[in-house]
């Protein structure tokens, strides 16, 4: 599978898979990332998919020095879940 990007220009992060594109919209402040909403399309759903893109999200944010602050049930799931992103809670 693909590495995730940060598509600056739509805000949002994505991860190309077999059957489309899963996304993470962002909203950027001076210094945090509020990812506001994940999505990964519907056939590929419950594959670990979106784990992977927020995954790869947090490790982008954390290599700009940037912080992260959970506006969508997913992420916020996601970090409580993985406590080795707790240095990036914003």
Known sequence: MAAV???KAERRFELDTEGGTA????RQTPSAVIITH???????RGRGI???L??????????DGHKVIAGCGFV???LDK?????????
């Open 82 to 90: 993985h406590p080795e992103f707790a240095d990036l809670a914003g």
């Open 23 to 26: 996304f993470a919209n962002y």
């Open 5 to 7: 990007r940060d598509n």
């Open 54 to 63: 927020v995954r790869g999200a947090l490790e982008l944010i954390r290599a």
């Open 38 to 44: 994940t999505e990964t399309p519907r056939a590929l």
């Open 76 to 78: 916020v799931d996601y």
């Open 50 to 52: 979106a784990s992977e």
